[in-house]
């Protein structure tokens, strides 16, 4: 029930280890209903994943940083790009659901290829 403490203290953890407290963060945040600060930690997930700089998005990178060699990894730029086109329009929550299925993809796609 201690819902600003607990996005404080999850704030802290992803600042210390982003790979390991950026969903706890993410959540919290979304079901606090603060959806515009759960974006930005899937969108920061995102662009850690795929190593783009913070201020890089999707519409502009999504061909010239996503290697197209599967189907995968298109889906990813798919689903990042209209992340970043609904968040322009202020739809933050498709945005939201755009941007965890692109975190989906990338998971998907490095299981895919870490089985090749």
């Known amino acids: 029930g201690m819902r600003a403490e607990a996005i404080n203290a999850f704030e802290a953890a992803a600042t210390l280890d ?23 930690v899937w969108r920061k997930r995102l662009q850690y994943l795929d190593g783009l700089r913070p201020d ?14 599967s189907q995968l990894n298109k889906e ?13 329009q202020g739809n933050e929550v498709y945005a939201l659901a755009e941007f965890k299925a ?15």
């Open 76 to 88: 990813i730029g798919r689903h990042a790009a209209a992340a970043d086109l609904f968040a322009a």
């Open 18 to 40: 982003f790979d390991g407290g950026w969903y706890d963060l993410a959540t919290a945040l979304e079901e606090n209903r603060q959806i515009g600060g759960a974006m930005a």
């Open 56 to 69: 890089q998005d999707y519409v502009a990178n999504a061909s010239v940083k996503l290697p197209q060699l």
């Open 102 to 116: 692109a975190v989906a993809s990338w998971s998907m796609a490095n299981k895919v290829k870490v089985q090749h």
